[in-house]
């Protein structure tokens, strides 16, 4: 019911930038949280960053400072902007939305296809 489309992932050179963005669509009354999650060869799944519809934001400890994750509600589109980008950021990143369907209705999660970035160093 909800299509999650993410683009912007890529081959960049350790210390540049990547703009990852996650346009959701279908039947959407409302967004609620927005995150985005990545996966490294081997390793599980990890939370790197959280936008709640208030806008207020979480990051994990190792992308402070680097990372910075975005919502624009007109468009049902998140974005997270990454820079200086290290090795250690390689990984598979997805985007997950919680999604209220009508007013009355629960929140159900989506999650996009996956993008993969992958930083040389």
């Known amino acids: 019911q909800v299509q999650l489309v993410e683009s912007g992932g890529g081959l960049v050179q350790a210390g540049g930038s990547l703009r990852l963005a996650c346009a959701a669509s279908?039947?959407?009354?409302?967004?609620?949280?927005m995150a985005w999650y990545r996966q490294a060869p081997g390793k599980q799944r990890e939370l790197v960053a959280s936008?709640?519809?208030?806008?207020?934001?979480v990051y994990t400890d190792s992308v402070k400072g680097r990372f910075t994750i975005s919502r624009d509600n007109a468009k049902n589109t998140m974005y997270l902007q990454m820079n200086s980008l290290k090795a250690e950021d390689t990984a598979v990143y997805y985007c997950?939305?919680?999604?209220?369907?009508?007013?009355?209705?629960?929140?159900?999660?989506?999650w996009g296809q996956g993008s993969q970035v992958t930083v040389s160093s």
């Open positions: 279908g039947r959407i009354f409302s967004i609620n949280a």
């Open positions: 997950h939305v919680s999604v209220q369907h009508c007013s009355v209705c629960n929140s159900y999660n989506y």
């Open positions: 936008i709640a519809g208030s806008g207020s934001t």
